[in-house]
């Protein structure tokens, strides 16, 4: 992970409400269902990046920070760390956007990996020109 920063970092690759049933038994929402929507706001990224499919291969260092309640807007930003032959790191936080009035706060980050493959699963190399085209936009 970069340094933690107190807004967020990368773009905004999904949002979504936590609803009463993503939660567990004390009304908070469920580390799996938060882990679930970093996955995929991270696949989002990485098949626009790599132009086609992934697959998760590897979830580290996932910290949670705070719990988050029904009705919580959640915020996926992502941020390609490096891309390999076939893999791409990428470094997910997700931050609870309250309405303008409230400052956003950090829920939990985590650094997720992913590995472009073609239609049958098998990995595939990401070109050239998508780590050119990345570098450029640096
Ligand atoms: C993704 C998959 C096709 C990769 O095939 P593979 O032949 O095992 O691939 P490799 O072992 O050569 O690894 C591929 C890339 O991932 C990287 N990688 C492998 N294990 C890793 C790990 N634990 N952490 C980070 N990167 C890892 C390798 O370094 C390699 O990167 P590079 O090509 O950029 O150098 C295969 O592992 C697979 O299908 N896994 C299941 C994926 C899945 O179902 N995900 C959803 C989970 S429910």
């Excluded at 470094?91 to 980050?109: F, G, K, L």
Aim: charged share 20%; proline share 3%.
């Amino acid at each position: 992970m970069t340094e933690r920063l107190n807004h967020p970092e990368g773009i905004l690759s999904l949002q979504n409400i936590a609803m009463p049933a993503d939660t567990n038994w004390s009304g908070d929402v469920f580390g799996g269902w938060i882990v679930s929507q970093m996955d995929l706001a991270g696949a989002i990224h990485v098949e626009r990046l790599s132009k086609g499919r992934c697959a998760t291969i590897a979830i580290n260092q996932m910290t949670f920070l705070v719990p988050v309640k029904v009705g919580n807007v959640i915020s996926c930003y992502t941020k390609i760390l490096k891309i390999g032959n076939s893999s791409v790191q990428v470094q997910i936080e997700v931050w609870n956007s309250h309405d303008d009035s409230r400052d956003p706060v950090r829920i939990t980050e985590g650094v997720f990996t992913f590995v472009a493959v073609d239609v049958n699963g098998n990995k595939r190399v990401i070109s050239d020109e998508v780590k050119q085209a990345y570098v450029a936009n640096l």
